[in-house]
Nanobody, 130 residues
Framework: QVHLVESGGGSVQAGGSLRLSCTPSGGGTFSAYCMAWFRQVPGKEREPVASADSNGALSHANSVKDRFAIFLDDTRQTLYLHMDSLQAEDTAMYYC???????????????????????WGQGTQVTVTS
């Protein structure tokens, strides 16, 4: 199990950009994990936004495709979510999460639910104002 720390949230006007970061608190890398960003608004289920598997495969939810990009730095010690063209409906608490590699596409994550995810960050709030 890896302990995760997110940063980079904040308030931004519609159309603006933010970049979220996630790092392992005790050091180490994300090389052996399927990593993902989730988001949740009060009263709704936590939903996957983007994922990155240990083999380098990336996946993005349709709602954020072409606007958001998930990627790892070259050392695989930091997971990012770069968000462009932010909209009011992107307002949510964003969470970084990790699980065993494989079945790491957005579709697979939706089918499996939250149970496989063994590590979660504390969350970082993103607020988009119009």
């Amino acid at each position: 199990q890896v302990h995760l720390v997110e940063s980079g949230g904040g308030s931004v006007q519609a159309g603006g950009s933010l970049r979220l970061s996630c790092t392992p608190s005790g050091g180490g890398t994300f090389s052996a994990y399927c990593m993902a960003w989730f988001r949740q608004v009060p009263g709704k289920e936590r939903e996957p936004v983007a994922s990155a598997d240990s083999n380098g495969a990336l996946s993005h939810a349709n709602s954020v495709k072409d606007r958001f990009a998930i990627f790892l730095d070259d050392t695989r010690q930091t997971l990012y979510l770069h968000m462009d063209s932010l909209q009011a409906e992107d307002t949510a608490m964003y969470y970084c999460a990790a699980k065993a590699p494989g079945r790491c596409t957005i579709a697979s994550i939706r089918r499996a639910g939250l149970a496989p995810w063994t590590s979660w960050g504390q969350g970082t709030q993103v607020t988009v104002t119009s």
